[in-house]
């Protein structure tokens, strides 16, 4: 398996990665939150203005010449936040859960921002989601508070933000 930089031909396999991985990681939510959570984050629009932004940083993994994960993260620019980049997920095709393709992400992840200049990594984990929260306590991640996510089709959720700092 290798890791690297997500092109435009990536973006069909990035849908069904992504669609894959949050029917599976996120099943205590409504199906027609996870098909709305698909449709718009993962959009072509959304990812090709993505791969086109200098504040963004998308990293395939590949086994077999086929994507079976990937991973989302952006600078964040809030003042109160110099220094900090966010995680905005790390998706893996449940088949390959737990055999080293989320960590290698992890892995690539951390070594992007880290030549970027950045010094700390957040990423917000539902608090439903404990494999995600195990995954980023596993990986040295600390969590620090919780807040209220808006989810797409109405109602909210609770997530636990997660750091982890490089300095």
Excluded: C
Aim: glycine content about 8%; cysteine-free.
């Amino acid at each position: 398996m290798e890791t690297r930089d997500v092109t435009a031909s990536d973006i069909p396999a990035i849908r069904r990665v992504s669609s894959e991985a949050v029917n599976a990681a996120y099943e205590f939510l409504p199906e027609k939150e996870r098909e709305a959570t698909v449709r718009e984050r993962f959009s072509d629009q959304r990812l090709q203005t993505a791969l086109g932004d200098d504040d963004v940083i998308l990293i395939a993994a590949v086994s077999d010449g086929e994507l079976v994960g990937y991973a989302h993260v952006e600078a964040i620019s809030r003042v109160d936040a110099v220094g900090e980049a966010a995680l905005r997920g790390i998706y893996v095709v449940p088949n390959r859960w737990q055999t080293g393709v989320g960590t290698a992400l992890l892995e690539a992840v951390e070594k992007a921002v880290h030549e970027r200049g950045f010094t700390q990594l957040s990423v917000a984990v539902l608090i439903d989601n404990g494999r995600a929260k195990q995954f980023f306590e596993s990986n040295g991640f600390e969590r620090v508070e919780e807040r209220v996510e808006d989810l797409f089709t109405g109602g909210t959720a609770y997530q636990q933000v997660y750091y982890h700092d490089f300095a």
